[in-house]
């Protein structure tokens, strides 16, 4: 089974920036889509964004567009989102996860339940 193994949370000012970095723990797991999500207790887990493996169709929540920026290295299996002007509503353990199958529906690349492998989850704190 591959897994996905995150980095770069950690605690961070409001208004300052963290890059967050995924890699899939087999270089030739085929994956069609990665993406980010985040969760703060007692909610559910909400999408954030994602990208495309092929091509270059990205993928973001309103509430981060502008903010932050995703992508992907492919020939690393590594997907990464940089964020930009962090408030401290962004505080949340962020997950990234990998979609299997193509969808000829782009709007199904932001619902989180499509996607098939999860990571363990980093921890990021936006202080005000």
């Known amino acids: 089974q591959v897994q996905l193994v995150e980095s770069g949370g950690g605690l961070v000012q409001a208004g300052g920036s963290l890059r967050l970095s995924c890699a899939a723990s087999?270089?030739?797991?085929?994956?069609?889509?990665m993406g980010w999500s985040r969760q703060t207790p007692g909610k559910e887990r909400d999408f954030v964004a994602a990208?495309?493996?092929?091509?270059?169709?990205?993928y973001y929540a309103d509430s981060v567009k502008g903010r932050f920026t995703v992508s992907r290295d492919t020939a690393k299996n590594t997907v990464y989102l940089q964020m930009n002007s962090l408030k401290p509503e962004d505080t949340a353990v962020y997950y990234c996860?990998?979609?299997?199958?193509?969808?000829?529906?782009?709007?199904?690349?932001?619902?989180?339940?499509?996607?098939?492998?999860w990571g363990q989850g980093t921890q990021v704190t936006v202080s005000s």
């Open positions: 087999d270089r030739t797991f085929s994956v069609d889509a």
């Open positions: 990208v495309r493996w092929i091509g270059t169709t990205t």
């Open positions: 996860a990998a979609m299997v199958k193509y969808y000829s529906d782009g709007y199904l690349y932001t619902r989180m339940h499509y996607y098939d492998v």
